[in-house]
């Protein structure tokens, strides 16, 4: 484990924005709500869970008698489905716009909230059919499309738990999802559109499937018109069932912790960890916060999170958030530069969008092509600007609020992670007067620490471990089959005490900035990678004796991937075409996502007398800093040989 102290120091940053005073006036929430959720912090959640339209209404707020497993709404039940949908239909929303739907080759589509309720008791129908019952998992593995909304929906409606697998991932890396939850359905696409070409999702499938003899239907949908293998009685085409089904579908209400989905996250150890949410409180947890951090004026606003529906940032806020508080969003299939680089700009002069939420690497990427593109564009229609996924440098955070925010609107940097399902750590928009850089403070209800190693909290101007010390509604309830792994990942560094993964700092106003993973998980371009992971897939390839991985700091995707690799004698020295080959390997073993930037085949590893990977070294030299301290290590004289063999280009 890193410790956080190790981070460089931020400079001393001066610069705060607040709200305009029209803008703090029209506020949906207010500072008032720290003091209403200290006061009583179950009375506040309870009174946000009223949100939402229960069947039967809960009985106890919290029941954390067995913590740190959670029981939230006791008693209450609900449909998720119903929430998103038919309540608002039932409320004469019916004809407001669901969806704008922007695929990447141009094509569109409104769906109207009545429409999208027709096609999920139409899928749910058709899910009943192929057998599907409440408990029963279904893995999708799609594009950025509404089927997407629409299957994940319908499994909520039958209390079927969805594992959404982004579609970047590959065969193995799908496979290995279905079968850690079991999956027996699967619902992909033939393909989806990116920069401009069609990419093949269901060949994927074929393949990940011929290693899960479990999985009995594939319902697939007829995106880019690829050509497609069938498999007659396991295959079932999306327009041919779904579109053909009966609309009408009464919906089953559920416990409130009914299980509603498990999403795949890396974590420290070479297999990916199940989350998983549950109904009531996670549904509580996206719907308040999306209300509270957007300052979310349903009526009026077109929100817009343009992030993939395959991570946690689009099932809580393209999917659940929105859906539940009657939203108008935008779902785009495609890429920020296809088919040119103002697409983003466009859309949101088009839809007249009025929140954008996305990550730091996409400003950076925005930063590195010119602030000039956008000024072919009004982006009048905004009134706030969000940030997910990763430190926003405050260079960037500036340049966005410059350039997509023209100075005018407020920037809230959010933090959270899969398993917190929802925003923990954020500006308030209407109250908080905004550090370049700062996450700021824990949101009304949250309680959020930062702590030494022996679990003390740190004073004002010093870093630590970012803890949440209470529990909260949308957490994680367990990793998917493992509640010991649950335990001992979150709930045992410090004990009682729910431990985040992240360094942070409390500066002397004791607002937090976050600073990055403190154990062996990278965060490239926003997106979680196991350093234990990807050392697995290489030396899964025969070329390779051993290999060890960093997270490197970069410009553009915030950490990328450096692998230091030990080859096999019969391997040779390793030339371009073996370093092409092994980036190749990751590309099929985990994804294009997890493909190292470079790749050094070095002849020995820096290791400590017990035979530990010094990662901390190795990290220097990717970085291209004087290596640190290397007492520690068995041989000292190792890196001096990793580092000349490198600069002679061995
Ligand atoms: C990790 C969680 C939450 C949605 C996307 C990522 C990092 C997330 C921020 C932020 C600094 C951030 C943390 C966290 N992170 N948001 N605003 N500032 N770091 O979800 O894949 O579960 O990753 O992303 O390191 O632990 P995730």
């Not at 785009?332 to 088009?350: A, N």
């Not at 509640?483 to 729910?498: L, M």
Request: with cysteine.
């Amino acid at each position: 484990m890193q410790h956080p102290a190790a981070f460089e120091n931020l400079s001393r940053e001066d610069r705060r924005f607040a709200p305009t005073e029209e803008f703090a006036e029209a506020a949906n929430v207010t500072a008032a709500a720290y003091a209403e959720a200290s006061a009583d912090n179950l009375a506040f959640w309870a009174k946000q869970a009223e949100r939402l339209t229960w069947a039967e209404p809960f009985t106890q707020t919290l029941d954390w008698s067995t913590a740190p497993f959670a029981k939230w709404f006791v008693g209450g039940t609900l449909n998720v489905a119903v929430n998103c949908l038919d309540r608002h239909v039932a409320a004469g929303l019916g004809d407001r716009v669901a969806y704008y739907f922007e695929g990447e080759p141009g094509d569109t589509r409104v769906i109207t909230y009545s429409q999208l309720t027709d096609s999920v008791c139409q899928a749910a129908n058709v899910l009943t059919s192929l057998g599907v019952k409440a408990g029963d998992r279904v893995a999708i593995y799609m594009p950025m499309i509404p089927e997407t909304v629409i299957a994940m929906l319908a499994c909520a409606r039958l209390g079927a738990i969805h594992t959404v697998v982004f579609g970047g991932f590959s065969a193995d890396a799908l496979k290995t999802r279905i079968l850690d939850c079991d999956a027996t359905v699967v619902i992909t696409a033939d393909g989806g559109f990116r920069k401009g070409s069609v990419s093949p999702m269901k060949p994927t499938v074929d393949a990940a499937l011929l290693g899960c003899p479990a999985v009995r239907s594939v319902l697939v949908v007829n995106r880019a018109g690829n050509d497609v293998d069938w498999m007659p009685g396991r295959d079932v085409w999306w327009h041919e069932s779904v579109e053909a089904a009966s609309p009408v579908h009464a919906a089953e209400a559920f416990d409130s912790e009914h299980p509603l989905y498990v999403m795949y996250t890396s974590g420290t150890t070479g297999n990916p960890k199940g989350i998983l949410h549950t109904s009531g409180g996670y549904l509580t947890g996206c719907s308040f916060t999306q209300w509270e951090v957007f300052d979310l004026k349903p009526e009026t606003d077109v929100y817009w999170t343009a992030a993939d529906i395959g991570w946690v940032t689009g099932h809580s806020y393209i999917v659940y958030g929105p859906l539940s508080n009657a939203t108008t969003s935008v779902l785009y299939e495609g890429t920020p530069d296809s088919p040119h680089q103002g697409r983003w700009w466009e859309i949101v002069d088009k839809y007249q969008v009025t929140t954008l939420y996305c990550a730091p690497t996409a400003i950076r990427a925005f930063m590195k092509w010119g602030h000039e593109t956008l000024a072919n564009y009004s982006l009048e229609s905004l009134r706030l600007i969000g940030s997910v996924g990763e430190p926003i440098n405050p260079e960037a955070y500036m340049w966005y609020r410059e350039h997509v925010g023209h100075n005018r609107v407020p920037v809230v940097d959010t933090w959270w992670q899969t398993e917190t399902g929802s925003i923990m750590i954020s500006p308030l928009p209407g109250v908080t007067h905004g550090k370049p850089g700062a996450a700021m403070k824990a949101l009304p209800g949250i309680v959020a620490d930062v702590v030494d190693d022996d679990g003390v909290s740190v004073p004002n101007g010093t870093g630590g471990y970012l803890v949440i010390t209470e529990p909260w509604p949308s957490m994680l309830r367990t990793i998917w089959g493992d509640d010991q792994r649950y335990v001992e990942t979150y709930w045992s560094k410090f004990p009682g005490t729910y431990f985040a993964g992240d360094g942070a700092k409390r500066d002397d106003d004791g607002d937090i900035w976050l600073l990055g993973r403190v154990d062996d998980v990278m965060n490239v371009s926003g997106h979680r990678l196991s350093t234990t992971e990807i050392e697995s897939a290489l030396v899964s390839n025969p070329k390779v004796a051993e290999a060890a991985v960093v997270g490197a700091a970069d410009a553009l995707t915030g950490q990328a991937v450096v692998a230091f690799v030990i080859l096999r004698s019969e391997a040779g020295d390793g030339g371009p075409h073996v370093v092409h080959e092994l980036r190749m390997h990751v590309a099929n073993q985990i994804g294009k996502i997890a493909q190292p930037r470079q790749i050094m085949i070095v002849a020995e590893l820096p290791k400590t007398r017990s035979g530990k990977i010094m990662r901390r070294l190795l990290r220097d030299v990717a970085e291209n800093r004087p290596v640190g301290d290397v007492t520690t290590l068995a041989d000292t004289s190792v890196m001096t040989t990793i580092a000349a063999g490198i600069s002679t280009g061995m």
